[in-house]
């Protein structure tokens, strides 16, 4: 009888800095909103958190969404200012790690 070894899914978070495609994940993104709303300090990475960390900072960071109807066009001229910040910088990273974007809008055609 031959034993099969099974993956366990990863019960910490990697980081974003290590996370796939540059950190261009659901779990980044959380992590990229919740610096523009300052609920972390950009220096928080997230690395080590459990999945339920994860799960309440996605509950604040919905909860300020909310408040702008989860439209950028609707932040406070502050706010949208510091999410082109950290998201155009995410992006340029991201690109220069090899991430196109194709798997997130490869769907939509």
Known sequence: MQLVKRMSKPDRYVGINNDLNGGMTSIGK??????????????????????????????????????????????PESLAKRHRKIHDKAIQKARDAGWSGEYETGDEE
């Open 30 to 75: 959380i992590i990229r909103d919740a610096w523009v709303f300052e609920l972390i300090d950009e220096s928080e990475t997230c690395e080590g958190w459990n999945l339920a960390g994860i799960d309440i900072l996605l509950q604040k960071v919905n909860t300020e969404w909310d408040k702008y109807g989860c439209m950028v066009s609707q932040l």
